[in-house]
């Protein structure tokens, strides 16, 4: 069974970091592009980064030059490295795997960032 | 970059209904890379439809997904009331990678 396991929420002060951390289990973690995916207090979801087998790695304009995806094969463990933290980046993270064709096809349960003074 | 817009914002319908979603992308998608998600209240989103039209392991066959270019559109034959939730349509594109998601519809009971 896929699983994916966020954790290192909680809250922060604006202009501070946060290192999230999600741990896969139930399949080959390596063979696997993944991804961040957050959703704010009632409202839709927005792709945050993503990260391919090779290590190759993508954000939204949002989130560029604040953020950073990274992975640890031999860990089965995902990350994204999150600085300089506005209010607007208060949100639900959830780790995700790609799916076919574009698509996300298993997700965590996220981990709550709230960006507060 | 490629903006989706989903509509209606809510659908109030009754089980036993049909339920049409839309999806409309500001330029041609192609179709290989549209999907449908699914959530619940306090739950993480769930896969329905890959590929515009290929549902997801597990998925009930009354959940269909058509279209191409810049209009696609979800189906639910048959509501069941575990499907009433909110449906999200997403697309890749790969110059540079990236995936939008549109802003949902929520299928209400009426």
């Given at each position: 069974e896929v699983q994916l396991v966020e954790s290192g929420g909680g809250l922060v002060q604006p202009g501070g970091s946060l290192r999230l951390s999600c741990a896969a289990s139930?399949?080959?973690?390596?063979?696997y592009d993944m991804h961040w995916v957050r959703q704010a207090t009632g409202k839709g979801l927005e792709w945050v980064s993503a990260i391919g087998t090779a290590g190759d790695t993508y954000y939204p304009g949002s989130v560029k030059g604040r953020f950073t995806i990274s992975r640890e094969n031999a860990k089965n463990s995902l990350y994204l490295q999150m600085n300089s933290?506005?209010?607007?980046?208060?949100a639900v993270y959830y780790c995700a795997r790609a799916g076919p064709?574009?698509?996300?096809?298993y997700w965590g349960q996220g981990t709550l960032v709230t960006v507060s003074s | 970059e490629i903006v989706l817009t989903q509509s209606p914002g809510t659908l109030s319908l009754s089980p036993g209904e049909r339920a049409t979603l839309s999806c409309r992308a500001s330029q041609s998608v192609s179709s290989s890379y549209l999907a449908w998600y699914q959530q619940k209240p306090g739950q993480a989103p769930r896969l329905l439809i890959?590929?515009?039209s290929s549902r997801a392991?597990?998925?009930?066959?009354r959940f269909s997904g058509s279209g191409s270019g810049t209009d696609f559109t979800l189906t639910i034959s048959r509501l069941e009331p575990e499907d009433f939730a909110v449906y999200y349509c997403q697309q890749y594109g790969s110059s540079p990678p990236t995936w939008t998601f549109g802003q949902g519809t929520k299928v209400e009971i009426k």
């Open positions: 139930g399949f080959t973690f390596s063979s933290l506005r209010a607007g980046d208060t064709d574009g698509s996300v096809d | 890959y590929g515009a392991t597990g998925i009930p066959d």
